[in-house]
């Protein structure tokens, strides 16, 4: 069974930086598109980027264009998140998850993904 592990939050000043990993474990990360979502408090969750199983093609929310870029490697089992410039608004508990194939261009569709991890908190603050 594919358990998911996120680390890397923290708590940082506006226009600073933070790389969140997840790391894979019970399964490979091969055969799965992965997806990085939050929530941030008295909101929904959201997808903020999603990954292919294959070859790297990746999606982002327009909130995290240019800023946030996802990668994955497979040989690690491990998917990343690095985010730039953040915002006091991207302040919120950051999920990874892995779902069926296709998901990766439908990173909006968080309910269909199917292993999550335990999340971890970001903060962006002054």
């Known amino acids: 069974q594919l358990q998911l592990v996120e680390s890397g939050g923290g708590l940082v000043q506006p226009g600073e930086s933070l790389t969140l990993s997840c790391a894979a474990s019970g399964s490979t990360l091969d055969y799965y598109a992965i997806g990085w979502f939050r929530q941030a408090p008295g909101k929904e969750r959201e997808g903020v980027s999603c990954i292919s199983s294959d070859d790297g093609a990746t999606t982002a929310a327009d909130s995290v264009k240019g800023r946030f870029t996802m990668s994955r490697d497979n040989a690690k089992n491990t998917a990343y998140l690095q985010m730039n410039s953040l915002k006091p608004e991207d302040t919120a508990v950051y999920y990874c998850?892995?779902?069926?194939?296709?998901?990766?261009?439908?990173?909006?569709?968080?309910?269909?993904?199917?292993?999550w991890g335990q999340g971890t908190q970001v903060t962006v603050s002054s």
């Open positions: 998850a892995a779902g069926p194939i296709h998901l990766f261009r439908l990173c909006e569709l968080w309910e269909d993904f199917t292993s």
